[in-house]
């Protein structure tokens, strides 16, 4: 990627897990250099899981630390010791993001509250995320996506039926961290506009629960008008829709293909002559959208047995080319390999460290002029701390000292 729109923006990033990181991996993306620093014996808390969706991580192609933190490098200093803030100070200086995820009370434990921060960058732009906001009364308290964005930001049950028993999981691993880290990116681009323009820096704030209630914002807004928790959604085969041309109707092998027309007269004859019930596009009761939305019913058990009588594929190769809106419903392994997917470049390829395969990921989803992502893989814990100190003047000597000491790794 040619165009780097944030080549020369210095971000350092104290933060663990997916959420906070994975708006640096973005900024990274971008082409800003992302300093990571990790406590010089542990690391990201992240580098120790040993599972991720149910199956195994490998600790040398870990998925989740590609995901969150490609393009970084990785400086080890331990912030509890008053060196290791020295040593901070001394990079934010020279820096124009600080990234971070840390509670209040370790943000004042290691002396990197925004205060610490602007004393040493008074124009820096000061990031932070949460699971619960930097405001109210649990704003010391942490959480994941799975309970700050999915659980209580209202998705789960928004997308729940009430026949079950209990509800709805999130869609998989750092669903709502990915989200939320977008959000966090995109907050830190405007500050650094806003800081080219004045001169000024600040503080911006992206929590997993306001992501989260943003997720579902016009489910929120509804419910907010009308003073009551809107429908909830029906179990499948029974979502007959008023308009019987938006549904999920089951191929012949159990795979599932999404019907979204919302304009149904232009398209009715096209939808089963490719379905190959033509004759029902002249039937009084199914030729026009009036008629359709009269008679639903019916007409959703018409294109559903169609739809039940030939395998997924076929549907797939009937449906290419037509004018109207439709999608096959993909599981993960499916979605990576979606000629579209492919052909817009949102699968991005980083070397492993074990020199094997390489590691393909899901690129960002922004791109500049129509340029591909280019990025690197994550650091190994610690990887860059020698060289980012010898770039801010600091001698050897010193280093193998801060090293003997514990600051540093």
Same mark, same amino acid.
């Given at each position: 990627?040619?165009?780097?729109?944030?080549?020369?923006?210095?971000v350092?990033?104290?933060?663990?897990?997916?959420?906070?990181p994975?708006a640096?991996?973005?900024?990274?993306d971008?082409?800003?250099?992302?300093?990571?620093?990790?406590?010089?014996?542990?690391?990201?808390?992240?580098?120790?899981?040993?599972?991720?969706?149910?199956?195994?991580?490998?600790?040398?192609r870990?998925?989740?630390?590609?995901?969150a933190n490609?393009?970084?490098?990785s400086?080890?200093?331990?912030l509890?010791?008053a060196?290791?803030?020295?040593l901070?100070?001394?990079l934010?200086?020279?820096c124009d993001?600080f990234?971070?995820?840390?509670?209040?009370?370790?943000?004042?434990?290691?002396?990197?509250?925004?205060?610490?921060i602007?004393?040493?960058?008074?124009?820096?732009?000061?990031a932070? #995320?949460? /699971?619960l $906001? !930097?405001?109210?009364?649990?704003?010391?308290?942490? %959480?994941?996506?799975a309970t @700050?964005f999915?659980a *209580?930001?209202?998705?789960?049950?928004t997308?729940?039926?009430?026949?079950?028993?209990?509800?709805?999981?999130?869609? #998989?691993? /750092?669903? $709502? !961290?990915?989200?939320?880290?977008?959000?966090?990116? %995109?907050?830190i681009s405007? @500050?650094?506009?806003? *800081?080219?323009?004045?001169?000024?820096g600040?503080?911006?704030?992206?929590?997993?629960?306001?992501?989260g209630?943003?997720?579902? /914002?016009?489910?929120?807004?509804m419910?907010?008008?009308?003073?009551?928790?809107?429908k909830?959604?029906?179990?499948?085969?029974?979502?007959?829709?008023?308009?019987?041309?938006?549904?999920n109707?089951?191929?012949?092998?159990?795979?599932?293909?999404?019907?979204?027309i919302?304009?149904?007269?232009?398209?009715?004859?096209?939808?089963?002559e490719?379905?190959?019930?033509?004759?029902?596009a002249d039937?009084?009761?199914?030729?026009c959208?009036?008629?359709?939305?009269?008679?639903?019913?019916?007409?959703?058990?018409?294109?559903?047995?169609?739809?039940?009588a030939?395998?997924?594929k076929?549907?797939?190769?009937?449906?290419?080319g037509?004018?109207?809106?439709?999608?096959?419903?993909?599981?993960?392994?499916?979605?990576?390999?979606?000629?579209?997917?492919?052909?817009?470049?949102?699968?991005?390829?980083?070397?492993?460290?074990?020199?094997?395969?390489?590691?393909?990921?899901?690129?960002?989803?922004?791109?500049?002029?129509?340029?591909?992502?280019?990025?690197?893989?994550?650091?190994?814990?610690?990887?860059h701390?020698?060289?980012?100190l010898?770039?801010?003047?600091?001698?050897?000597?010193?280093?193998?000292?801060?090293?003997?000491?514990?600051?540093?790794?």
């Amino acid at each position: 990627m040619k165009t780097k729109v944030m080549q020369g923006v210095k971000v350092i990033e104290v933060a663990q897990f997916t959420f906070v990181p994975a708006a640096g991996a973005v900024l990274a993306d971008w082409g800003a250099d992302v300093i990571k620093i990790e406590h010089p014996e542990r690391g990201d808390t992240q580098r120790g899981f040993i599972n991720l969706d149910g199956m195994a991580v490998e600790p040398n192609r870990h998925i989740l630390m590609e995901h969150a933190n490609r393009g970084k490098r990785s400086v080890g200093i331990d912030l509890s010791q008053a060196e290791g803030q020295q040593l901070l100070y001394r990079l934010v200086a020279e820096c124009d993001v600080f990234l971070t995820n840390y509670l209040p009370s370790a943000r004042r434990k290691c002396k990197i509250d925004y205060e610490d921060i602007k004393a040493h960058n008074p124009t820096i732009v000061y990031a932070r #995320g949460s /699971a619960l $906001g !930097d405001k109210g009364p649990e704003r010391e308290q942490g %959480g994941f996506d799975a309970t @700050a964005f999915w659980a *209580r930001g209202g998705s789960s049950l928004t997308v729940t039926p009430e026949e079950l028993d209990g509800p709805l999981q999130q869609p #998989g691993g /750092a669903y $709502g !961290d990915s989200i939320g880290g977008m959000n966090i990116a %995109g907050g830190i681009s405007a @500050a650094l506009f806003h *800081r080219e323009r004045t001169g000024e820096g600040c503080v911006l704030d992206v929590s997993l629960l306001s992501s989260g209630v943003w997720a579902t /914002a016009l489910t929120v807004d509804m419910a907010m008008e009308h003073q009551k928790a809107t429908k909830k959604p029906p179990m499948p085969g029974k979502d007959i829709n008023k308009n019987p041309l938006i549904g999920n109707f089951k191929t012949a092998d159990g795979k599932y293909i999404n019907l979204t027309i919302l304009t149904p007269d232009k398209h009715i004859r096209q939808l089963f002559e490719c379905l190959g019930v033509s004759e029902l596009a002249d039937d009084s009761r199914f030729s026009c959208a009036a008629a359709l939305m009269e008679n639903n019913i019916e007409a959703h058990q018409q294109i559903a047995q169609a739809f039940a009588a030939q395998p997924f594929k076929c549907w797939i190769d009937r449906l290419d080319g037509v004018n109207f809106q439709w999608a096959a419903f993909q599981n993960g392994l499916d979605a990576s390999q979606d000629r579209q997917v492919l052909a817009n470049d949102m699968i991005v390829e980083v070397d492993a460290i074990d020199g094997g395969r390489p590691i393909r990921l899901v690129a960002n989803p922004v791109q500049f002029n129509g340029e591909k992502v280019e990025t690197e893989r994550s650091p190994q814990a610690s990887e860059h701390t020698e060289m980012v100190l010898m770039d801010l003047g600091i001698e050897w000597d010193e280093i193998e000292k801060l090293k003997e000491r514990g600051a540093i790794a």
